[in-house]
């Protein structure tokens, strides 16, 4: 899955060419999901600055704990215990956060919650 984050507003867009906000995804539960993240500025891709590295966490809520799944390197897995707790009364759907960390030249940035 690619993912465009728009540096100025630290917000997910549509894609490299649009500032629309990007409102929602839909992932399936027990995937493992391949993620790359793609920086926009002013409605163009650039160039991911050397040595950035990503954390991608699913969240149930806006603390920094208990995470439905995280993923420290480039694929988040779907298939945890947190996330099938979250199933576990059975409902068609779990909404949750998405949120992307980024740390490049010593500086950590996060994403708004999506």
Do not use: C, H
């Amino acid at each position: 899955m690619k993912l465009f984050i728009d540096l100025t507003s630290r917000r997910f867009v549509k894609s490299a060419a649009s500032s629309a906000a990007l409102a929602s995804l839909t992932l399936k539960r027990r995937d493992l999901l391949p993620i790359e993240i793609q920086f926009v500025l002013r409605g163009a891709a650039v160039a991911t600055p050397v040595g950035t590295s990503f954390t991608t966490a699913l969240k149930a809520n806006y603390a920094d704990a208990n995470f439905l799944a995280l993923a420290a390197s480039g694929v988040l897995d779907l298939n945890t215990i947190p996330l099938e707790a979250a199933f576990a009364s059975a409902p068609a759907v779990v909404s949750a956060l998405l949120e992307v960390r980024w740390t490049a030249t010593g500086e950590a940035t996060r994403t708004a919650n999506r």
